[in-house]
């Protein structure tokens, strides 16, 4: 049972990272692209999922497929040091937290209303 409910909740993280960033799934669960929305979005999820679910680095290749441990590392350390020097970073961090655990999840819109109000760009 809590599997299926972690799942669900990664779902919603995955579909907030997809509107935030205008990716498509893939590239946030799989490393072939280096686009800088692409690296962005993998960042993002790389952190929540060692923030908020305690994966270990080493593990993270089992969410994202083809991630080294160090490379999970190095985005954790990055995601860390952007967020504390650039607020754009620390808004569309706290916007997509917002988007992940909210009920209403699916609403795409809400999601570009909440990055407008707050001037969040790219």
Do not use: C
């Not at 692209?33 to 993270?60: C, D, E, G, Q």
């Amino acid at each position: 049972m809590q599997l299926i409910r972690m799942e669900e909740k990664l779902q919603h993280a995955r579909f907030a990272l997809k509107t935030i960033f205008e990716v498509l799934e893939i590239d946030i669960v799989e490393m072939k692209s280096r686009k800088k929305n692409n690296v962005y979005a993998r960042m993002f999820y790389n952190y929540y999922l060692w923030k908020h679910y305690n994966i270990p680095h080493n593990h993270m290749k089992k969410h994202i497929k083809g991630m080294h441990h160090a490379t999970s590392i190095y985005l954790k350390n990055k995601f860390e040091i952007d967020i504390k020097t650039y607020d754009s970073v620390e808004m569309e961090w706290k916007t997509f937290l917002f988007f992940t655990d909210y009920q209403d999840w699916k609403q795409q819109s809400s999601i570009k209303d909440m990055q407008k109000i707050h001037n969040i760009n790219k």
